[in-house]
């Protein structure tokens, strides 16, 4: 299972042998309270993954309005909490800039897609189909996280905007 948390979606892949079977996303703790998470469909799920991968969140110094430390501590909780309702083993913890770099995510998201088999992408397909195309990026991050769990994505060193 892989988990990329955010401030209000958070992204679910699930993989079995190495294969991506189920991705979706899920409304964030943040402003939400725990009951968001009862109406997502894998709420009612077992605690089935054996491996799980969190993307934890990672500030980046910047000039201007810096982000709001309160939005990276519940972005944490909210991937904690994922991590311990669907799994039954400690997740592994990543950085996004561990495990995709400063690989921008149009190109994160079409190199996951040209890993992908037909039945992942129907997969895919499936289960963001309630949701707004828009949103989409989010489900991806979570694809891409997985396939670099299952060492099906690899970074590369020194990738820059031109990919």
Not at 52 to 74: F, K, M, V
Request: glycine share 10%; charged share 20%; proline share 7%.
């Amino acid at each position: 299972m892989a988990i990329d948390p955010g401030k209000t979606l958070c992204g679910v892949a699930i993989f079995y042998d190495r294969k991506l079977v189920l991705c979706t996303l899920m409304h964030s703790l943040i402003g939400q309270g725990v009951k968001a998470f009862h109406t997502a469909r894998m709420a009612t799920a077992p605690k089935a993954a054996v491996y799980t991968i969190l993307e934890t969140p990672q500030h980046y110094p910047r000039p201007g309005p810096d982000i709001d430390a309160n939005d990276l501590i519940s972005i944490a909780v909210t991937g904690a909490w994922l991590a311990g309702r669907f799994t039954a083993t400690p997740p592994r913890l990543v950085s996004p800039g561990k495990w995709k770099g400063n690989l921008p995510k149009d190109v994160c998201q079409k190199r996951a897609e040209g890993l992908l088999e037909d039945s992942e992408l129907a997969a895919i397909e499936t289960g963001l189909v309630d949701w707004h195309p828009h949103l989409h990026h989010n489900a991806w991050d979570a694809v891409a996280l997985g396939l670099y769990g299952v060492k099906r994505f690899k970074k590369f060193a020194g990738i820059t905007h031109n990919g």
